[in-house]
């Protein structure tokens, strides 16, 4: 009944505007990526609940879905490639060539280029989305990761895990025009909204780096202190903004929490207690929920955006890694 | 008169952006790039081992030094740095006094050794008042960091006491409390049963037993093969009070090997053999460590023992201290690995940091059998008041050294 209900609103907001629905939450489909057990739990943001599980090829961890909303991109690292799933019937329908070990990617405004991370050969691979083909390759640093793209699609930023750094790369030259140093194993790389700065995670520095993208420095770096915590624990690795650029939010790994950051003044304003070392996160289109992959623990955590209270866990598969949610 | 200005702001912004591009994106700029020469100093000899699998590749090390390099200089290449790496293998029981003035001689200010600990002080001391800065990579004594500590050296391997405290604490949260402990007859065996003793002392388990295990000479293989081990090892390990694990001191590689299996009681093994407390393994692949392995293997067509790890390490300390440091003098990157900003990224699901008090790596122990990581020391519950990795080895209140 309750699902019922859920398709009922979704037609509506094909039909209406979203505005009549007034205050009840809009469901969404979240996909989680489940690094062990090698599928993917749909699940329903409106019900909080498992409503499917596709199966995937080996170690799935980067997600996203397609700007037209048609394919969840899920990296199969261990399979060396990308697998689209069709998001209408739930099914692998299609690969996209990357390269050895692809771990994290991200589209261009257009939607028609994929940037894809390789963590195995110190390279950024460009694909084209809509011909499945390879474009070309960059040269970056050692163990590429972490792919932040310039609102305008010019700079994408790429992070290499063992040479600790933001690689600027013009996206029209494919050429690397910068290198920013950033604290050990960088890991993930997020552009705010207007383009203002970038925010770049350390997994073993233990901070988050935030860059000034036209100078090109580290403008301020953001510290961890969860009392009673031992330093070594504190694992920033991903991050998801708001629209408006002011609430950051950088998930904490083995610390299990999640940090809450003022985006104009840098400071943590609170932690979440998610579940147990937390690797990923997206925020639902509307912006209520953030949903967190809690990666030994076998959850995922929902936390209410405006309460900034955890409201709900929800059990995926084995080792959820990544979540990407549509737009509709 | 407008050309002209126009030109001026031009040249001024052209400055600028030059500094600008200088500063920030080195690999731009078209200055001499930073040299930094590494050497690696080896042991001639190869350990014998009892099992062939264990037997070390020529290159053991070094090759973990060789990847590092490759690693430093696709960094420095953004960064305007280059690495050079030079090798030197000397024999046991000889001088490497030479060997090092030859190296500094060629300008090298970092050397990674691998050498027994009287060798490496030997080598240590033959550097002094020249500015270099050693990197101790395959000695594992406790004196090296504790009273023959010196502030030249940085100790990449872990020592004895971290691998027996990283066994111990996993052998305790097992509740196996009731240890047999047999020691081979070397030196260096009942240096690592020491260890053991002060390990289950701090940790809560208890000797029920030790026993000596003599080396009385001969070869690891033979025609007649294994039908004598098959009968010698139950009567070497019959009589024992009951206990729960064998755990064995036999860094000479004489017979701990030979035990699984072949105990009278079916007990595991643990210490030299079967559960071994190591700071890397063939079969790691937690944290990112697969990529590593895979660099490795392309690189080698062989799989990274912990000595190649124990280097790579060094070397990469090195090309940490270069990038963060924007330096290639010894000094100034000495400096930056002995400060509070110093971490390395080893792919141990934690940044290895320095023991101020005595330049020991801090480093998670892995314990392996041959086949998986089975844990990861230190174990959970195992509390510090500063870094649960210093409940591994001598801690800062017990240090006999005094950094000179």
């Known amino acids: ?328 | 008169m407008i050309r002209e200005q126009t030109s001026r702001q031009a040249l001024i912004r052209a400055g600028l952006t030059g500094a600008l591009v200088w500063l920030l994106a080195a690999p731009l700029a078209k200055a001499q790039p930073i040299t930094i020469k590494i050497g690696y100093v080896g042991r001639a000899e190869k350990k014998t081992t009892i099992s062939l699998l264990d037997y070390p590749p020529d290159n053991d090390g070094v090759a973990g030094a060789r990847l590092a390099l490759e690693d430093n200089n696709t960094t420095g290449k953004f960064l305007n740095q280059r690495f050079l790496l030079e090798e030197a293998r000397v024999k046991e029981g000889t001088d490497p006094t030479d060997i090092v003035l030859q190296l500094a001689g060629r300008g090298i200010s970092f050397v990674i050794l691998d050498l027994p600990a009287d060798m490496l002080l030997k080598a240590a001391e033959a550097g002094r008042g020249r500015g270099l800065v050693f990197f101790n990579a395959g000695a594992i004594d406790d004196r090296l960091r504790e009273e023959d500590c010196r502030a030249d050296v940085i100790h990449v391997a872990p020592t004895r006491s971290m691998l027996a405290d990283g066994l111990a604490q996993y052998l305790v949260f097992k509740r196996w409390l009731r240890w047999l402990l047999v020691v081979g007859s070397h030196e260096a065996d009942r240096l690592f049963a020491a260890a053991l003793r002060r390990a289950a002392g701090r940790f809560g388990a208890r000797i029920v037993e030790q026993r000596v295990f003599e080396d009385t000479g001969g070869a690891r293989r033979t025609d007649s093969g294994l039908v004598q081990i098959q009968r010698q090892i139950p009567l070497f390990t019959q009589g024992a009070p009951a206990y729960d694990v064998l755990v064995a001191a036999d860094e000479s590689e004489v017979f701990a090997t030979y035990l699984p299996y072949r105990t009278r009681d079916a007990r595991p093994v643990a210490g030299s053999a079967g559960l071994i407390p190591k700071s890397w393994d063939a079969a790691h692949d937690q944290w990112g460590a697969n990529q590593l392995q895979n660099r490795f293997m392309q690189l080698f067509s062989r799989r990274m023992t912990a000595l190649d790890m124990q280097a790579w390490s060094a070397a990469r300390m090195i090309g940490e201290a270069a990038a963060r440091a924007a330096s290639g003098d010894a000094q100034t990157m000495l400096a930056y690995l002995k400060g509070p900003e110093f971490a390395l990224a080893a792919f141990k699901g934690q940044k290895l940091t320095l023991r101020d008090w005595n330049l020991q790596l801090r480093q998670p122990i892995l314990l392996a059998d041959g086949r998986t990581i089975v844990s990861v020391s230190p174990q959970e519950g195992f509390l510090h008041q500063f870094s649960e990795l210093d409940t591994l080895g001598i801690d800062r209140p017990e240090t006999k050294c005094r950094l000179k």
Request: net charge negative.
């Open chain 1, 1 to 328: 009944m309750k699902l019922r209900m859920a398709m009922w609103q979704r037609l509506i907001i094909g039909i209406c505007l979203p505005v009549a629905l007034g205050s009840e939450a809009t469901a969404y489909k979240a996909y989680v990526s489940n690094e062990k057990s090698n599928t993917i739990s749909v699940i329903d943001t409106g019900e909080r609940k498992v409503v499917g599980t596709i199966k995937v090829g080996q170690r799935p961890r980067g997600i996203a879905i397609t700007k037209d909303q048609k394919y969840v991109l899920v990296a199969v690292g261990d399979d060396d490639t990308i697998q689209m799933i069709d998001t209408a019937s739930n099914k692998v329908v299609d690969t996209l060539p990357s390269g050895p070990d692809p771990e994290l990617f991200t589209d261009d405004p257009s939607g028609r280029l994929l940037y894809v991370a390789n963590e195995n050969d110190n390279t950024v691979t460009i694909i084209d989305i809509e011909r499945r083909a390879r474009l070309g390759d960059v040269e970056v640093g050692v163990e590429p990761e972490g792919m932040g793209l310039s609102p305008d699609g010019k700079i994408l930023v790429n992070t290499s895990e063992t040479t600790n750094m933001a690689h600027f790369i013009d996206t029209d030259t494919r050429q690397i025009v910068a290198n920013v140093l950033v604290d050990s194993r960088p890991r993930f790389a997020l552009f705010k909204d207007d383009g203002s700065e970038l925010w770049v995670s350390s997994e073993i520095g233990g901070t988050v780096s935030v860059i000034d993208p036209l100078k090109r420095v580290v403008k301020s770096k953001i510290n961890f202190a969860v009392p009673g915590m031992r330093q070594e624990a504190i694992q920033p690795v991903g991050i998801a903004m708001t629209h408006d650029g002011k609430t950051g939010f950088v998930a904490l790994g083995p610390a299990n929490r999640i940090a809450v950051i003022d985006g104009a003044t840098h400071q943590v304003q609170k932690f979440l207690l998610v579940g147990q070392r937390v690797w990923h996160m997206a925020l639902t289109p509307d912006e209520k929920y953030l949903l967190t992959t809690n990666g030994v623990s076998n959850d995922v955590s929902v936390i209410d955006v405006a309460a900034l209270k955890v409201v709900d866990t929800i059990q995926v598969g084995e080792l959820p890694w990544g979540v990407a949610i549509s737009q509709r």
